[in-house]
């Protein structure tokens, strides 16, 4: 049997992906976490799935759960907030997969960052403005950086930042930004995206702490830094411009 790593999306259960939803509703099995799920994407599950919240197990304990249901002749649904592509821990249980030889496959989802920008009603990449977006995270307790993956280093490419798992370090992280963007650089953040309780604040690396700390932001936030979110006269894209020669350029290119 297969295990299937299923990026649940941003939170709203209809915001999981038409494959996401057909693979979750043929498994005999499905673990999840539980602090990140509501209870109407599971019911996608089949009636008699098995279900196991993983927010108590340690990482050898939810292989040891993927393995037993593989051995017992179920499909496995392994839900993953957002994208499993980013900040998952799937690399890991894949690797204990592979060392006990479970077939598994992953079915992408849609990443906060994604869901939070449409709540901005916000394109990141604006012409002339921002035509790159880094998503990285801070540094506090959790699994160290790699040497250079720095918010100074980012942040010196002037590039639009998306920042995961941060929001209770975003003092130290507009203040260190500042210094490369500018106080008056705007900056949003959204909280639980598509989910009950969704917060949106704006402001600047100025003053953008002190609003997330006065609506109580605590968990499940992206915070968004750069020219881009408020960008305004900047040129069309010349990828619908009349000037373009669309039979030599297709629109894809």
Request: net charge negative; aromatic share 6%.
């Amino acid at each position: 049997m297969t295990v299937y790593f299923i990026g649940a999306g941003p939170g709203a259960a209809d915001l999981i992906t038409v494959r996401g939803r057909d693979t979750l509703a043929r498994c005999g099995v499905c673990l999840y976490p539980g602090s990140m799920t509501p209870t109407d994407l599971l019911a996608y599950c089949p009636p008699d799935a098995e279900r196991v919240d993983t927010a108590g197990l340690s990482l050898d304990e939810i292989a040891g759960k993927l393995v037993d249901a593989h051995h017992a002749g179920h499909d496995v649904a392994r839900l993953c907030s957002g994208d499993p592509s980013l900040y998952s821990a799937v690399a890991e249980q894949m690797r204990r997969l592979d060392l006990a030889g479970v077939p598994y496959d992953v079915v992408p989802g849609v990443p906060a960052f994604a869901a939070s920008a449409a709540v901005l009603r916000r394109e990141l990449t604006v012409p002339e403005i921002g035509q790159s977006l880094v998503i990285t995270r801070a540094q506090a307790r959790s699994t160290a950086m790699p040497d250079g993956e720095t918010l100074a280093n980012f942040a010196r490419s002037g590039a639009t930042l998306a920042l995961h798992l941060a929001i209770n370090h975003v003092e130290r992280v507009a203040a260190e930004l500042a210094g490369f963007y500018g106080e008056d650089c705007p900056a949003a953040i959204v909280a639980l995206a598509s989910q009950p309780g969704e917060t949106v604040v704006r402001g600047t690396l100025a003053d953008i702490a002190g609003q997330a700390h006065e609506a109580g932001l605590t968990r499940a936030a992206t915070i968004f830094v750069g020219r881009a979110l408020a960008a305004e006269g900047f040129p069309d894209s010349f990828l619908y411009s009349s000037t373009r020669d669309r039979a030599s350029q297709p629109e894809s290119l």
